[in-house]
């Protein structure tokens, strides 16, 4: 199974991205996908999440009203647009799926990782 996230990169203030992440090896019913960013010298946490149908999303309230999490289930790809960016939306941004039936906050749970994407934002 390999995810493969890309689409970051440097931006000013205010301004946006949209990152991209495919997936591969299997088939991912009833996996939730996530987004979950380190910024520096701090721990991963959770950015936004989306179900495999993609009815249900939940965001950071950090986030929340600024990014949108989506998906395409006929390319098994998800996606997180990230508008009014600001510096402290910089991180490493990586994405996730996790077998669940619900969503799951716990980001060591996941049971898949992407490698990261860095996501710079200037001030």
């Known amino acids: 199974v390999q995810l493969q996230a890309f689409g970051g990169g440097l931006v000013q203030a205010g301004g946006s991205l949209r990152l991209s992440c495919a997936a591969s090896g299997r088939t991912f019913n009833s996996y939730w996908m996530y987004w979950v960013r380190q910024a520096p010298g701090k721990e991963r946490e959770f950015v936004a999440a989306?179900?495999?149908?993609?009815?249900?999303?939940y965001y950071a309230d950090s986030v929340k009203g600024r990014f949108t999490i989506s998906k395409d289930n006929a390319k098994d790809t998800w996606y997180l647009q990230m508008n009014s960016l600001a510096p402290e939306d910089t991180a490493v941004y990586y994405c996730?799926?996790?077998?669940?039936?619900?969503?799951?906050?716990?980001?060591?749970?996941?049971?898949?990782w992407g490698q990261g994407t860095q996501v710079t934002v200037s001030s």
């Open positions: 989306v179900s495999w149908s993609g009815g249900s999303t």
């Open positions: 996730a799926a996790d077998r669940s039936y619900r969503v799951n906050y716990n980001i060591a749970l996941y049971d898949y």
